[in-house]
């Protein structure tokens, strides 16, 4: 009998501490359903970029040389946020964006051994188009999904260099993230994957001026840009 009314005990205390979650107060609850609501973001990256080499040998001085990317360097992001409400769970997403970040190429001569680097610097503006889907709203707490495309312009490519990549890209964006309503603005944070589209090595190089580094971008069949991002959007 003791066993059966501390059992009793135990789930009626359970049953209220839930009930106690369900009444809990809303920061902010009228946020959502507001047809078009806006913030900004700020957070870091992680610029990668996925080179197929295609073994080349340089006919004149034999150079067999293998190209990527050997440590991954923080950049910064910020940007702006235009969400439109579509639905209680869709929104779509129109945010310009700055990443600042770069790539550090490692080539490396399989013959003799020998290695150069080169750093990639890219400062991309891009406009990424986002479709949302978030889940119902539990107290102050939203989970969400995000997914797009994101047209992109580099701003920073140096020619002249070993390797030259390509001013445009587009980028489609996988990201995951939470809205946490705070009761003066709703804070979220959000991890993003990139993945480029398009062959970003340059492979006309009318712009080298030392022929003799022609062998490395001879050596590259393509070369397709990643990104990770970490952000914290303020609304």
Known sequence: ?????????????????????????QNRPYLDQRFLHYGFFVGINMMDVELKNNGFVDPESGEQWYTDVDNFQPGFTVGVLGELRLS????LRLQPTIYFGQKH?????????????????????????LLKAAAPRYNNFRPYVVAGVAPSVDLTTKKHNAILADRFDCFVELGM????????????????????????IVHDRQDLIDESLLKFTK??????????????YFE
Request: aromatic residues 8%.
């Open 1 to 25: 009998m003791k066993r059966v009314v501390s059992i009793l005990l135990m789930l009626v205390t359970v049953a209220v501490g839930l009930r106690a979650q369900e009444l809990r107060i």
């Open 88 to 91: 209680k769970y869709l929104g």
């Open 105 to 129: 190429l490692s080539m490396h001569e399989q013959v003799s051994g020998r290695d150069t680097t080169q750093n990639l610097k890219s400062t991309y503006i891009s406009v990424p188009v």
């Open 177 to 200: 993230g939470c809205d946490i309503y705070l009761p003066y603005f709703k804070l979220i944070p959000e991890l993003r994957f990139s993945f480029g589209l398009r062959d970003i």
């Open 219 to 232: 050596g590259i069949d393509r070369g397709r840009s990643k990104m990770v991002s970490l952000v914290f």
